[in-house]
């Protein structure tokens, strides 16, 4: 098993920047896609966000392209969302997600992913 924590959330307002954290990525890293999610306050779906394969290669979704960056550290396992402009749909709880598919040319869905964080959360103010 492994125990994915997040950091890096909290609260801004529109325009700034935040970079999230995921560390505990050791045992599948690099083996399989990567990603994080976001879960918007009261609700229960997961919408995925961006995701990363294991030779670096990125899909990311629409509304966020130019505006966020997901990256990796091979040194230390970690994986990073850097997010910039943030406006405030952006706000929620944003999850990193591992053993996904093998590969991602798409943002893969909740169900593609086995271990998920806890989830750090992210206020972003007008």
């Known amino acids: 098993t492994q125990d994915l924590v997040e950091s890096g959330g909290g609260s801004v307002q529109a325009g700034g920047s935040l970079r999230l954290s995921c560390t505990g990525l050791?045992?599948?890293?690099?083996?399989?896609?990567m990603g994080w999610f976001r879960q918007r306050s009261g609700t229960v779906e997961r919408a995925g966000v961006a995701a990363i394969e294991r030779n670096g290669t990125t899909s990311i979704i629409d509304y966020v392209k130019g505006r966020f960056t997901i990256a990796h550290d091979v040194a230390t396992y970690t994986l990073y969302l850097e997010m910039n402009n943030l406006k405030p749909e952006d706000s929620g709880m944003y999850f990193c997600a591992s053993d996904g598919p093998q590969t991602c040319p798409y943002v893969p869905g909740p169900y593609e992913y086995v271990h998920w964080g806890q989830g750090t959360p992210v206020t972003v103010s007008s």
């Open positions: 050791a045992s599948s890293y690099r083996r399989f896609c």
